[in-house]
């Protein structure tokens, strides 16, 4: 079965940095666009960071100049990079995933279980 196991968060002081990890494991033939979304308590999810198949990224204004996004291919995982992380940042991130799989047809989205961000002051 088809999964997206994150890793990589945890607590950090405001300024300093991050790097989140999402695997795609699983029967994968192939994976298109992948992104990372936030949620903070009492906000809505929002839109971090996308990446295409091609490497194309777009940023949400609020982490743009601070975070990266990339991927690995051949190990069907995407990155986050956070960089000079504030305290708004705080917030459980989910990855997404367009999957292609031999379970089924097409592409199917697939969301990570979420790890938590805390930035302190």
């Known amino acids: 079965q088809v999964q997206l196991v994150e890793s990589g968060g945890g607590l950090v002081q405001a300024g300093g940095s991050l790097t989140l990890s999402c695997a795609g494991t699983?029967?994968?033939?192939?994976?298109?666009?992948m992104g990372w979304y936030r949620q903070a308590p009492g906000k809505q999810r929002e839109l971090v960071a996308t990446i295409t198949s091609s490497d194309s990224t777009n940023y949400a204004d609020s982490v743009k100049g601070r975070f990266t996004i990339s991927r690995a291919n051949a190990k069907n995982t995407v990155y986050l990079q956070m960089n000079s992380l504030k305290p708004e940042d705080t917030a459980v991130y989910y990855c997404n995933a367009a999957v292609a799989s031999g379970l089924y047809t097409g592409f199917r989205s697939y969301w990570g279980q979420g790890t938590q961000v805390t930035v302190s002051s």
């Open positions: 699983g029967s994968i033939f192939s994976i298109n666009a």
